[in-house]
């Protein structure tokens, strides 16, 4: 509605005076395009009925607000300029005529094109606000995918190349190096959000509305007494009141606050007691500063009473009642069109703004998810290169058979790896545990494994496999054990996975287990299920209970 508001005052004019019935039709065209319901209509047919009706119509700021709407390119600023001109050589009684025409046209252009068009960004950003998330996340899979070649999928592929060559001593590491990488924490994010043409013109137009109002302003005052003194006040609180327009953060603004605001208003009550007609235009600025600084609930009563006392003051001063009403009315839209540009661009920035934290919100699980995985799932399998590469080393008579089983891990690592940045690899539970018992024997440690588990649901499957995987990658990278148990039984609607091991080495202070523990307790809870860990001396164990229902 407050588009409409302001339509209706820029079309009745401070005199009050009803349109005729071209400048109805330029009006109602005018309320058409702007208004949400029915903006879909606004196109080249609506411009060309206000063209048609403008040289009896008037109203030369609609027409101007239209060309901007509608016409694409610098065409519009071109034909914008032109009905400036127009509006220009249409009043050329005296310069004030002529200079208030223009400016006239160019406000009321630029506050129509502005207001209908924020208020469009606004309801676009408000509906696409999980748009800029999705294209976010795909963006950051596919700059993940290719930071995962560059970083991990060289050296695999590297490894595949020394596994062939017979070089286990170089394998290790290499494997090294590459498990620092895929334990690496992932970076913070920052997203930027898009450019759009929109808020970057904001700045420009309110700074153009204000400083037409202020050469408008000057040049109605020029000759009266104290004109100096005019000059200085309309100046002070044109420049108080872009201050206060202007989008910043409330914890930038307030400190000033205190100050600019009680400043602006009193300069702006000056003229009503100044020798010679009153002037009040300058109380609608500050009550659009009042409107646009504080919250609501102190604001608009504030703002209404400036309004109430500026026409107090006036009747007092023997003003007319009809001229009194084209006052107060004038002096309230001024607030209402100041305050309407610089809220709808705050509001804009604010779904922006939050538009862009939910992408990146969105980016930061994404990597969080991606990092996760690259660690669950690649962890594994770099530490199984890292062990056979060992044994290759210690036992040379098996090297053969070593090197060809690391080839086999590292390709199989390389699939997974490219299945990471989408939305994860595709893992099996028993080809795991098929996996963890060669590991397990490689590394000199003794699998003993009770398995009782039916057919898995695949998202249970998949689970169980990532929980095994990273248990075994523990047991490998933070112990020395002799034996490892890995037991599963149907307990209920539930599945229950433990997986055991002693001689676990730990640091003082330190659990001896790593940063995967916590990713496999997310997973569990993701799915409904339990995640528990339990340390006894050297002995470690981990237990998953997982329903089967998906």
């Known amino acids: 509605m407050l588009i409409v508001v302001v339509l209706a005052a820029l079309a009745v004019g401070p005199r009050l005076e009803l349109p005729g019935w071209a400048a109805a039709v330029m009006f109602a065209v005018q309320v058409v395009q702007c208004l949400p319901a029915t903006r879909r209509l606004r196109g080249w047919w609506t411009l060309a009925i206000q063209v048609a009706v403008f040289p009896w119509a008037g109203l030369p700021g609609f027409l101007a607000g239209s060309l901007l709407l509608i016409v694409r390119g610098w065409v519009r600023w071109a034909a914008f300029a032109a009905v400036v001109v127009a509006a220009g050589l249409m009043n050329t009684a005296t310069v004030y005529d002529c200079a208030n025409a223009i400016g006239n046209t160019i406000s009321h252009g630029l506050v129509i094109f502005a207001l209908t068009r924020l208020d469009e960004l606004r309801v676009r950003l408000h509906a696409t606000r999980g748009q800029l998330a999705e294209e976010s996340v795909a963006r950051e899979r596919e700059l993940a995918s290719g930071e995962l070649e560059r970083s991990i999928g060289k050296a695999l592929s590297e490894i595949i190349r020394l596994a062939g060559q017979g070089d286990p001593t170089r394998i290790i590491a290499l494997a090294a190096e590459t498990a620092r990488r895929v334990r690496r924490p992932p970076d913070p994010v920052r997203v930027e959000a898009p450019d759009d043409l929109t808020p970057r013109l904001m700045v420009p137009i309110m700074i153009t509305v204000h400083i037409v109002y202020l050469v408008v302003a000057v040049l109605f005052v020029a000759g009266a007494p104290l004109f100096a003194g005019y000059l200085l006040l309309i100046g002070a609180v044109v420049g ?88 107060t009315i004038d002096t309230a839209v001024l607030a209402v069109i100041f305050h309407g540009i610089a809220e709808t661009t705050r509001v804009v920035g604010q779904v922006g703004e939050a538009r862009r934290q939910l992408a990146e919100i969105a980016v930061t699980r994404e990597r969080r998810r991606i990092a996760k995985d690259v660690h669950d799932f690649l962890g594994y399998g770099i530490t199984a290169i890292t062990i056979k590469a060992e044994l290759a080393v210690r036992v040379p008579g098996s090297a053969g058979a070593e090197l060809d089983e690391i080839a086999t891990l590292a390709r199989r690592s390389l699939a ?49 496999a990532t929980v095994l995987r990273e248990a075994v990658t523990n047991v490998l990278r933070h112990s020395k054990a002799e034996v490892c148990a890995v037991e599963t039984r149907l307990s209920g609607n539930e599945v229950l996975l433990r997986v055991a091991n002693d001689r676990v080495l730990r640091k003082d202070g330190e659990s001896g287990q790593g940063s995967g523990i916590a990713n496999l307790s997310a997973r569990c809870s993701a799915l409904g299920g339990t995640f528990a860990t339990r340390t006894d001396g050297e002995h470690f164990e981990i237990v998953v209970r997982q329903p089967l229902a998906e």
């Open 240 to 327: 108080l009141q872009l201050h206060h327009s202007l989008p910043r953060t409330q914890a930038r603004r307030f400190p000033l606050l205190s100050w600019t605001l009680p400043a602006e208003i009193v300069l702006a009550l000056v003229p009503l007691f100044l020798p010679g007609p009153p002037h009040s235009q300058l109380v609608g600025l500050a009550a659009g500063a009042v409107l646009i600084s504080l919250p609501a609930r102190f604001s608009w009563p504030l703002a209404t009473s400036l309004l109430l006392a500026a026409s107090f003051v006036l009747t007092v001063r023997g003003v007319a009642t009809h001229e009194l009403l084209a006052a």
């Open 416 to 464: 997974e790896l490219v299945a990471v940045p989408d939305d994860g690899a595709d893992v099996c539970f028993d080809e795991e545990l098929e996996s963890a018992r060669d590991v397990l024997r490689a590394a000199g440690t003794e699998a003993r494994f009770a398995l009782g588990h039916p057919a898995l649901p695949a998202r249970v499957d998949a689970l169980l």
